[in-house]
């Protein structure tokens, strides 16, 4: 767990990355000082044997082997510590030798002793003399087109080697140190970095239906993790008004359920407190039947919302003639209006307006929408119902020329809808005056659905209204092609 | 015992009002909060059955203004919402007592009978003067032992006598507890009632409970 932790990776790769690089500057110094102390050597070896072959080799020479040490140090000017010089003859035999060599000789290889022949300079590190080892140089001095002598130098690499390794001890004990030092220092920049996450989990796991209403406390930077839990507080909000929604929802539609079974539970009851007529029962299962239908009513209502929304409702589309829909429905619900005293007419323009959409939800919208007038309307009124082609040009809010459509206009002289509430009327459960659709048997939600109907054609429904002089429904159907 | 049913719910109104005559109640219905209100002020009722939920003034509206009149009438709010703040707020607006729909009607009945006699000294469910009892649940009605059969109008009128006692009724007064909206007051209908009453309890027996205050109303006492 602790170690697929989003700051021990971090802090992992820290190191990691910072490590290579420590190393790679370690050996770096290391490499470039270890040979630039070795060249050092090398020079200086160089230029002694050659300043003794100079010296030596000149026809003016004072240079007396013979006295080797005071022969350097009087002609070179120059006293050289630590230096081992030892001159053999031609053929190889050891001759002078610096006094600092005492009683031992410099070793010759044989390669040295191939190279000297041919006139080259060998360099060779000799570990087999002494206790340290030993740098050097072996140069040939060549006259009159033989070989005189050798010119043996050598210098003892003791203070290069304990440099070195001074060096490595100290990069061997400080990188190690360095990288605990960065790692500890990364862990803790991380749980600085990260601190806030652990705060935003914490809300976010106790974040239940319940209390939706709790927010992520927001940081004083604005950062990416302060971008976060603006994003997560906005995530919250919306879930919390689509959980609000769903409660106004389910209440509002038991408190709808709650008027019909009042009403069945209370006349049965009454009923059964006394002995009554047959014709009393009669009367009470009638009533108890328009509940019952009422219900149903609303729960199918319910149902096909709730199916709207998850898209289980899919519509049958086929050509489908509109004037004709329009005409069967006026017709149908002529009765119900002249039941109520009510005028209902229907005008069409067009013999034929072909529209491609689902017949049964189309009849169901303007049945709706009738019924609605019809509730609304007192007796002596009058409503109409009338279906237009509209010209392209007639939609000026429209793009120009892509709208071919009808309209349908359901108007009545009801009892009219206040502007702020026009607005609200395609809600569900809203009604204007509950008590006067109460006694109808409205559910609340014939709007919904019919505004669900006509936006699933891709149309638009309004109203305009004006209060106690009536409203007028506008419905807008786009004509599409059925090819298209 | 006159009640006043707001409820905007037609249906509801008259299965309410249908159950509490046959239960002997004078009952007058409003079907929103305007009727409601004038209701209440051009009658005097013995209680109001108020639903929350009602057009033009809403439930907490008339609670708020029969309560600004100063009238303690005992009110009983129905409501359809059962959450907790509705049920507060209707209780502080002036409620006496609620119940959430759907309702028992028995409850409806018992939850009436007992705000009646609320501010009564005994809190039993039988009244009782002299040798003669009622029983406001079973409606039974004895004196000596035997029991009176009682139409339904002559139990109303005897049960606000008994809820009444020692105090002069005037015919307004019965009138308004015992009749509903529709009687008219040019009739002797009281009168005629009240004989009726008379035959049946206090005919046969001594002492006579039922006297009459010539010219202002009756009364009823032991004596």
């Known amino acids: ?484 | 015992m006159r009640i006043l049913v707001i409820e905007d719910e037609k249906k509801v109104a008259t299965f309410i009002k249908k159950g509490l005559v046959e239960e002997h109640y004078a009952v007058d219905t409003a079907f929103d909060g305007e009727e409601g209100l004038y209701l209440s002020e051009i009658n005097e009722y013995d209680l109001i059955v108020l639903d929350l939920m009602i057009p033009k003034i809403d439930g907490f509206g008339v609670l708020k203004k029969i309560r600004e009149r100063k009238n303690n009438v005992p009110i009983l709010v129905l409501t359809a919402k059962d959450s907790v703040d509705d049920t507060v707020r209707g209780l502080d607006a002036g409620g006496d007592d609620y119940l959430t729909k759907p309702f028992a009607f028995a409850e409806l009945l018992a939850r009436i009978r007992a705000l009646l006699r609320r501010d009564k000294k005994e809190k039993e469910s039988v009244l009782r003067i002299a040798d003669l009892s009622l029983s406001i649940v079973t409606h039974k009605v004895m004196r000596q032992g035997k029991e009176i059969e009682l139409t339904s109008k002559e139990y109303a009128l005897l049960d606000y006598f008994m809820r009444n006692p020692e105090k002069v009724l005037t015919r307004t007064m019965i009138s308004e507890h015992v009749w509903d909206y529709h009687f008219d007051s040019n009739t002797n209908v009281i009168d005629v009632y009240v004989n009726y009453l008379r035959k049946k309890i206090d005919k046969d027996f001594d002492p006579k409970l039922i006297h009459t205050i010539r010219g202002i109303g009756y009364m009823m006492k032991k004596e």
């Open chain 1, 1 to 484: 767990m602790v170690f697929r932790s989003l700051r021990f990776k971090l802090t992992l790769w820290y190191v990691l990355i910072l490590g290579i690089l420590l190393v790679s500057f370690s050996s770096l110094l290391y490499i470039t000082l270890s040979r630039s102390l070795y060249r050092d050597v090398d020079n200086r070896l160089r230029s002694l044997a050659h300043l003794i072959a100079t010296e030596s080799g000149s026809p003016s020479s004072t240079f007396d082997f013979g006295k080797l040490d005071q022969a350097v140090r009087a002609t070179l000017n120059l006293r050289p510590v630590g230096k081992f010089i030892q001159v053999l003859d031609g053929s190889g035999n050891v001759g002078e030798k610096s006094e600092n060599l005492k009683n031992v000789q410099l070793p010759i290889s044989l390669q040295a002793l191939k190279n000297a022949s041919k006139g080259f300079i060998t360099f060779e590190t000799v570990r087999t003399f002494g206790n340290t080892p030993l740098r050097m140089m072996t140069l040939p001095v060549i006259e009159k087109g033989n070989m005189a002598r050798i010119i043996q130098v050598a210098s003892s690499l003791e203070d290069v080697e304990d440099a070195l390794r001074t060096l490595f001890i100290i990069l061997v004990i400080t990188v190690p140190l360095a990288l605990l030092v960065a790692s500890l220092g990364g862990l803790f920049l991380a749980n600085q970095a990260l601190k806030p996450v652990d705060h935003i989990t914490q809300t976010a796991r106790m974040i239940t239906s319940q209390n939706l209403n709790q927010r992520i406390k927001s940081l004083k930077v604005k950062d990416e993790i302060s971008r976060l839990i603006e994003t997560f507080n906005e995530m919250i909000s919306r879930l919390d008004q689509s959980f609000h929604q769903i409660r106004q929802f389910s209440s509002d539609a038991s408190h709808e359920l709650k008027t019909p079974l009042t009403i069945l539970k209370g006349e049965v009851e009454v009923a059964l407190r006394k002995e009554r007529t047959s014709q009393d029962y009669e009367q009470i299962l009638r009533s108890n039947l328009e509940e019952i239908n009422r219900m149903s009513k609303i729960v199918d209502n319910l149902l096909l919302l709730a199916r709207t929304e998850t898209g289980e409702i899919r519509l049958f589309k086929e050509e489908i003639n509109l004037s004709q829909i329009v005409s069967e429905v006026v017709t149908q619900l002529t009765k119900l209006a002249h039941d109520k005293d009510l005028q209902i007419v229907a005008t069409n323009h067009h013999e034929d307006t072909l529209l491609y959409g689902d017949a049964l939800r189309i009849r169901q919208m303007l049945l709706n929408l009738i019924e609605n007038s019809i509730k609304y309307t007192e007796p002596g009124g009058s409503i109409s119902v009338s279906l237009e082609r509209n010209a392209p040009h007639s939609l000026p809010g429209k793009e120009k020329g892509s709208y071919d459509g009808v309209k349908i206009v359901v108007s009545d002289t009801g009892i009219g809808i206040a502007k702020e509430d026009q607005e609200r009327i395609f809600g569900r459960f809203f009604r204007v005056d509950k008590a006067r659709s109460g006694e109808q048997g409205g559910s609340g939600l014939g709007l919904s659905i019919c505004k669900w109907i006509v936006e699933a054609h891709q149309g638009e429904i309004s109203v305009e209204s004006e209060l106690g002089k009536g409203c007028r429904f506008i419905v807008k159907l786009p004509i599409h092609s059925h090819t298209s």
